[in-house]
């Protein structure tokens, strides 16, 4: 597949400004996406698209553009956000932010996830902006921070009110051009072992740690009350953080573990919660940190078809339609709203947080003609 974009390429250099955008570190933690969002901002003014940038904590910025519709009909959403996760410990083979072209694919963290979808939706912005005629209704292109630990960006815009502008939501997470129309619901638990405080000397007190390894090991062998789902895999358990002890010769009289539990649409996460309660020793508890609801449209809504059609005439093959675990900005910009959504992006699936991230050329040029096409075929 060798794509060949309009005039307007050689104007926005895609590729040179995707690369610009994975030379900016804007890691999540810490964030400071600031420097990036100034970046976006500016290009989206120099294409005369209307946009504000806003700088919602310190270091930490949303972007958001529009190019008005003849108001018709309702506004299409293209979602990106500007964070990545870190690096990591692995080593790469490369370096991680260098930007560099090797073998037809930009080299990276955030390449793929979703720096490229970035740059191909602005690139779509620009095309349609462009436009003698209007479209039928408004693209708002909605560019986060905080989206990889906490979707921070997203909480912020809810605040603003965009939810209330959503008529149809395209989000450019990773999905090889296939297209998504579900994602898994995220549930964040904290469990925390209590135990006693002691010592080799005295008493040798209760080992939390012990508690919680004991109460780990459990969590392996429990089956989640979740029905099956046609395009998602199992609900999946896991230990993602664990902190206890304040010295080596001091028994710990307390260990914290936090726990990640994806869901498939329609599961009760207080079901969930009591399941794993069921399954505590004494001196487990277990309490909410956060629940992301999962996000899903029919394989056979107007919306997802326009979707399917776009990546087809784009790429000259028929995308598959899939679910997947993560999830994404819709989860907080769509609880609420029936709305079509679907996730189309030129990163490879499964590639998220993996070292030596990268993105095929091809698929971003691609991705920023089935952004177009989606617009013009669905604002028409």
């Not at 926005?12 to 100034?38: M, Y």
């Not at 898994?184 to 939390?208: C, F, I, M, Q, T």
């Not at 590639?351 to 990268?358: F, I, K, T, V, Y």
Request: proline letters at 7%; one cysteine or more.
């Amino acid at each position: 597949m060798t794509l060949a974009l309009t005039r307007l390429d050689s104007e926005l250099d895609l590729v040179g400004f995707l690369q610009k955008l994975i030379t900016i570190e804007s890691c999540d933690p810490p964030g400071e996406e600031l420097e990036i969002a100034q970046l976006v901002y500016n290009k989206l003014l120099a294409f005369g698209i209307e946009a504000e940038i806003d700088e919602f904590m310190p270091g930490r910025a949303n972007v958001l553009g529009r190019i008005r519709g003849s108001g018709l009909k309702p506004s299409l959403v293209l979602s990106s956000h500007m964070d990545t996760v870190p690096p990591g410990a692995t080593p790469w083979s490369f370096p991680p932010f260098s930007g560099a072209i090797q073998d037809g694919r930009i080299l990276g963290r955030g390449a793929s996830d979703m720096k490229s979808a970035l740059a191909a939706m602005i690139w779509t912005g620009a095309t349609l902006a462009l436009r003698a005629k209007p479209l039928a209704g408004d693209i708002i292109l909605a560019f986060t921070g905080g989206e990889s630990s906490n979707c921070l960006g997203a909480q912020r815009f809810v605040e603003q009110g965009l939810k209330s502008e959503i008529g149809a939501f395209l989000c450019g997470e990773p999905s090889s051009l296939n297209v998504i129309v579900v994602e898994k619901a995220a549930l964040w638990l904290r469990a925390e072992a209590r135990g006693r405080v002691g010592h080799v000397s005295g008493d040798p007190g209760v080992n939390a740690i012990w508690l919680m390894a004991d109460y780990i090991g459990q969590l392996g062998t429990v089956s989640l009350a979740c029905p099956p789902h046609p395009l998602l895999d199992p609900a999946t358990l896991r230990v993602g953080r664990i902190s206890g002890g304040s010295a080596v010769n001091i028994t710990p009289d307390a260990c914290v573990a936090e726990i990640d539990v994806r869901l498939p649409p329609r599961v009760s996460p207080e079901l969930i919660i009591e399941q794993l309660r069921a399954h505590a020793p004494d001196g487990v508890t277990i309490e909410l940190i956060d629940f992301k609801p999962a996000v899903e449209s029919s394989p056979d809504s107007p919306f997802v078809k326009v979707c399917i059609d776009a990546c087809r005439r784009v790429t000259q093959r028929t995308p598959q339609v899939k679910g997947v675990s993560y999830y994404s900005d819709a989860a907080v910009l769509l609880t609420g709203l029936d709305v079509p959504f679907a996730i189309v992006g030129p990163g490879d699936l499964g590639m998220s947080g993996q070292p030596d991230e990268s993105v095929s050329i091809d698929n971003v040029k691609a991705a920023a003609q089935v952004y177009q096409r989606v617009a013009e075929e669905w604002l028409s």
